[in-house]
């Protein structure tokens, strides 16, 4: 789906103070929460959005006395995308000296009221972080504004989705790699043979070497037969092909790159 870009004539956007310096590439883009409170009626009503929108250019032209609002694009709760600044000129919201190296993009959640992106949201954003891809040169990177600088911004629920790459809502195949399923807790005891051991974590680990592909009973008692695939796995993993399973085959089986 293309962006749906809202225009700054659109939107009601005010004349920018003077002229933009020129921003030719960037190494990627910085996401962004409002930091304020964002009335959850906004993802009922989009007018809702344009007002905060115009809202955020005013303090930020009127309080902090910058030449337009800071960010390069806003995203809402409707996947629609508001042009900020825009492609190739400088945001002013990543911080002093910080500007040069990413667009800036807010995401139009805070930290009372709406708190939570809805999907709408992380589509729109990552809409905008496509587009700079595309017709801005923004590199691969994706951050947030803490990255680098002592803020909260962009609060926990956006920068964790940051941290897990930023996928596509529904899918994993967002401009992140896809996530890795986490291990589960390890049992707390080695897995070996002989003798035979057996329990729930024994099938838990069998079950998960069979989604792998390896072909094994998942039937909870680990004999010869299991201890042979650990000992290939562990092999393929590089690590030391002891046939037990401790803590780093466990959290390999799970984690590791299924080749
Ligand atoms: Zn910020
Ligand atoms: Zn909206």
């Given at each position: 789906m293309a962006i749906d870009l809202i225009s700054r004539t659109a939107w009601g956007a005010r004349s920018p103070r003077g002229s933009y310096t020129r921003l030719d590439s960037t190494r990627g883009v910085k996401v962004h929460y409002t930091g304020g409170r964002v009335d959850p009626r906004t993802v009922d009503e989009h007018d809702r959005c344009a007002a905060l929108?115009?809202?955020?250019?005013?303090?930020?032209?009127?309080?902090?006395?910058?030449?337009?609002i800071g960010y390069s694009f806003?995203?809402?709760?409707?996947?629609?995308?508001?042009?900020?600044?825009?492609?190739?000129?400088?945001?002013?919201?990543n911080g002093a000296g910080l500007n040069q190296g990413h667009y800036a993009v807010l995401g139009l959640v805070g930290n009372?009221?709406?708190v939570q992106p809805p999907d709408g949201m992380l589509h729109a954003i990552l809409d905008a972080i496509e587009h700079a891809r595309q017709n801005g040169r923004a590199g691969r990177e994706i951050k947030g504004h803490r990255d680098g600088y002592a803020t909260d911004c962009p609060g926990e629920p956006l920068y964790?989705?940051?941290?897990?790459?930023?996928?596509?809502?529904?899918?994993?195949d967002?401009?992140?790699?896809?996530?890795?399923?986490?291990?589960?807790?390890?049992?707390?005891?080695?897995?070996?043979?002989?003798?035979?051991?057996?329990?729930?974590?024994?099938?838990?680990?069998?079950?998960?070497m069979a989604e792998r592909g390896f072909e094994?009973?998942?039937d909870g008692a680990y004999g010869p037969a299991s201890r042979e695939v650990c000992r290939t796995f562990q092999r393929q993993q590089g690590i030391?092909?002891?046939?037990?399973?401790?803590?780093?085959?466990?959290?390999?089986?799970?984690e590791a790159p299924v080749t």
């Open positions: 929108v115009r809202s955020i250019q005013n303090s930020h032209m009127d309080g902090n006395g910058w030449m337009d806003v995203a809402c709760s409707h996947r629609r995308v508001f042009e900020g600044r825009g492609l190739n000129r400088l945001p002013a919201a009372s009221g709406l964790g989705w940051v941290r897990r790459g930023a996928p596509r809502p529904g899918q994993g967002g401009p992140g790699e896809p996530e890795p399923p986490g291990a589960p807790p390890f049992p707390g005891r080695l897995l070996t043979y002989p003798p035979v051991t057996r329990g729930d974590d024994v099938r838990t680990w069998q079950a998960r094994l009973d998942v030391e092909d002891d046939g037990v399973v401790g803590p780093v085959t466990w959290r390999l089986t799970w």
